[in-house]
T-cell receptor, first 115, second 115 residues
Framework: DADVTQTPRNRITKTGKRIMLECSQT?????MYWYRQDPGLGLRLIYY???????NKGEISDGYSVSRQAQAKFSLSLESAIPNQTALYFC??????????????FGSGTRLTVV | KNQVEQSPQSLIILEGKNCTLQ??????????LRWYKQDTGRGPVSLTI???SENTKSNGRYTATLDADTKQSSLHITASQLSDSASYIC??????????????WGLGTSLAVNP
């Protein structure tokens, strides 16, 4: 099984619909992140969580919300999807932010298309 | 403004050849620099991490260098293989308050290795 699992892998939804992307991890990491990736824009941070009761906005949080249900689970919701939220979404985990940490472990991504 | 710029944007080489990818950054205060490899449709995977005091680090056929004075890093791939075809992303970590770090992601270099 993958260390970081994202579901669904692909999703097409209509404008205005609510959609949830789910992420679970078996790394035992406290820190979890949601990124989106767009061609020409690279990876941009949406939300991050350092603990079950900790939620922080990233650089592009508008239109998104998250829930950290447990240490291993971090879900991303689009309350009312719009076409410019069409992107590749990645969940990631890390064991800390020291100079010697092992970096981020990414899931395989969710390709979301909003029509 | 913290920025990470990578060059070239894309590169095509023949199998067995060497290549070098560049990363220039203006990030302060600097914490560390990582190179990630991202296969098409997959999440990025960490290749190397370099801190301020490190000049060179190898991971198999991948060798990363860091010049903290000129704020430049390079990733050299030796004896390229078809499986090296991917996007290579440079990420610089900036120190923040407390134990926090902020990641500044480059846009990546898309490498295609042809037979």
């Amino acid at each position: 099984d993958a260390d970081v699992t994202q579901t669904p892998r692909n999703r097409i939804t209509k404008t205005g619909k609510r959609i949830m992307l789910e992420c679970s991890q078996t790394k035992g990491h406290d820190r979890m992140y949601w990124y989106r990736q767009d061609p020409g824009l690279g990876l941009r941070l949406i939300y991050y969580s350092f603990d079950v009761k900790d939620i922080n906005k990233g650089e592009i949080s508008d239109g998104y919300s998250v829930s950290r249900q447990a240490q291993a689970k971090f879900s991303l919701s689009l309350e009312s999807a719009i076409p410019n939220q069409t992107a590749l979404y990645f969940c990631a985990t890390s064991d800390g932010q020291s100079d010697r940490d092992n970096g981020y472990t990414f899931g395989s991504g969710t390709r979301l298309t909003v029509v | 403004k913290n920025q990470v710029e990578q060059s070239p944007q894309s590169l095509i080489i023949l199998e067995g050849k060497n290549c070098t990818l560049q990363c220039n950054y203006t990030v302060s205060p600097f914490s560390n620099l990582r190179w990630y490899k991202q296969d098409t449709g997959r999440g990025p995977v960490s290749l190397t991490i370099m801190t301020f005091s490190e000049n060179t680090k190898s991971n198999g056929r991948y060798t990363a260098t860091l010049d903290a004075d000129t704020k430049q890093s390079s990733l050299h791939i030796t004896a390229s293989q078809l499986s090296d075809s991917a996007s290579y992303i440079c990420v610089v970590s900036a120190k923040g308050a407390g134990n926090n770090r902020k990641l500044i992601w480059g846009l990546g270099t898309s490498l295609a290795v042809n037979p």
